[in-house]
């Protein structure tokens, strides 16, 4: 008789879709609403995006319990450094947080896939976006999560960002307008949900820039 092992898993894959785009004045932030396991979907209605700070969001798709005690670490942390500096930290200086936090556990890794955006100390719109390990860039729009694959080159191929080997380094921010910005992720959205089942329901769309933060939501399909 053979022996059979356990098959068991520390982590899952709850599915969900993450799009940011940085422009010269703003960042789009947005995520589906959809949580699945397997074939099943657990809820229509789950929030990827938390607010990191008054200027930084950050959306994760993943292991939604990894997610969880992510944004917990991060939230102390950055409390902490509240106390310490009485000021928030800028969106770069959460993202560099981000990237030691997911490192550090490096060798039993938060299984979550993360986008951070908000705005920089010089108002202009900054998108960072990372492995499970910590590895991070900052670049002009970013999508991750189980529709990734199909929304990234169809960015790619609206947005053209440049080169970061092109001299002189070129800002990594979008041409496209604010409005024009919000539709693009839309469209993003709505086409990825008819082919990946982890994508859908609705899709929750943050917009930040000088004048504050604006939440905007799209009904997706619902198969």
Known sequence: MTKEHANWSPYDNNGGT????AGADYCVIAADTRMSTGYSILTRDYSKISKLADKSFMAS???QADVKALQKVLSSRHLI???QHNKQMSCPAMAQLLSNTLYYKRF???YAFNVLGGLDSEGKGCVFTYDAVGSYERVGYSAQGSGATLITP???NQLK???PLLLP???AVTPLS???AVDLVKTCFSSATERDIYTGDSVEIIILNANGVRRETEQLRKD
């Open 61 to 63: 798709s993943g292991f």
């Open 178 to 180: 604010e409005a024009e």
């Open 108 to 110: 039993f890794p938060y």
């Open 81 to 83: 450094y509240q106390h």
């Open 169 to 171: 380094a070129k800002d």
């Open 18 to 21: 993450c799009v940011a785009i």
């Open 161 to 163: 960002s440049p080169s």
């Open 154 to 156: 169809f960015l790619d």
